[in-house]
């Protein structure tokens, strides 16, 4: 399936410039429209759908969601039908990731906060299933079904000179992507340790959901970096994200430049991860960059 959506370069990892001993993973470079890791979220969901005979596919997302538009490029790609699910408002202008969406061919079905708060629930999602005669995908690709498809991530974790990271750094939302490639890793016996920085102030509820389905103690999540959460670019972000552009690294406001401000922060408070092999994964979402005028 993966290789029906995507051409891979032979290479995805490359140095990061004035950080020692740390590498990134360009998922960025995957693909122009299905970037970084969303296409792996929706793997797993992709193979659900054709076995229960779906021919159609159902998620959520907010006005700039990667996620809708990975899943609406997947869905033109594959010349399967999509239907997003938008928090938002029918009268208001469209966001240019929603025309994007829109232009690959999405229907889009707008759901006030009070409906949209509904979205994790089985009944609505049942609801929605029957009426659009759909899979129905959950926001982000979170679930068993999304993990599956990280899980293949950990093939592309790799240094080109065999010796193993000690670390991977990733920036978390739903918390999906690390569970998958914590689970493959810890099935391969690594002992490189999954590390989180949290993009979104959720009240713990990502740390909740490791702590329950982490398949070891070889993980770490750092809560404190998400700057607001989502939607939210201060300063300090604006000027790490111009401080890699020059760099031909660009980075997106909700997720990666988190990541990198959080890996920047902590080298400050601990010289030895300097010394450590890390591998920070760049999770694409490039096109968001639009929604603060980047």
């Not at 959520?60 to 928090?87: K, M, W």
């Not at 999540?221 to 201060?234: I, R």
Request: proline share 4%.
């Amino acid at each position: 399936m993966l290789t029906k959506l995507l051409s891979f370069k032979p290479s995805l990892i490359e140095p990061v410039v004035n950080l020692s001993a740390c590498d990134v993973l360009r998922l960025d470079q995957i693909d122009a429209q299905i970037s970084g890791n969303k296409v792996f979220k929706l793997l797993g969901h992709l193979q659900r759908a054709e076995e229960q005979g779906f021919t159609k596919l159902l998620s959520f997302g907010g006005p700039y969601s990667n996620h809708l538009h990975a899943l609406a490029a997947v869905g033109e790609r594959l010349d399967i039908p999509t239907v997003g699910v938008v928090r938002g408002y029918s009268h208001v202008p469209l966001t240019p990731t929603l025309e994007d969406c829109q232009a690959m061919g999405m229907a889009l079905v707008f759901a006030d906060k009070k409906t949209y708060v509904q979205r994790y629930l089985a009944d609505y999602q049942q609801q929605l299933a029957t009426e659009y005669k759909a899979y129905v995908i959950g926001e982000g690709g979170q679930g068993a079904s999304g993990e599956e498809g990280c899980e293949l991530l950990a093939r592309y974790c790799q240094r080109s000179d065999s010796l193993p990271y000690d670390e991977v750094w990733l920036a978390v939302g739903t918390g999906t992507t690390a569970l998958g490639l914590a689970k493959a890793l810890h099935r391969q016996g690594s002992q490189c340790r999954v590390v989180g920085v949290n993009a979104v102030a959720d009240q713990g509820e990502c740390l909740q959901r490791w702590q329950q389905n982490m398949p070891s103690a070889n993980w770490q999540l750092f809560d404190q970096y998400h700057h607001g959460g989502f939607g939210k670019c201060p300063e300090v972000l604006r000027a790490l994200i111009q401080r890699y552009d020059q760099q031909d690294l660009p980075l997106d406001p909700v997720y990666t430049a988190k990541l990198f401000w959080a890996y920047e922060q902590q080298l400050l408070l601990d010289p030895e991860l300097a010394e450590k092999r890390v591998l920070l994964v760049h999770s694409g979402g490039l096109q968001g960059r639009r929604g603060f005028s980047l």
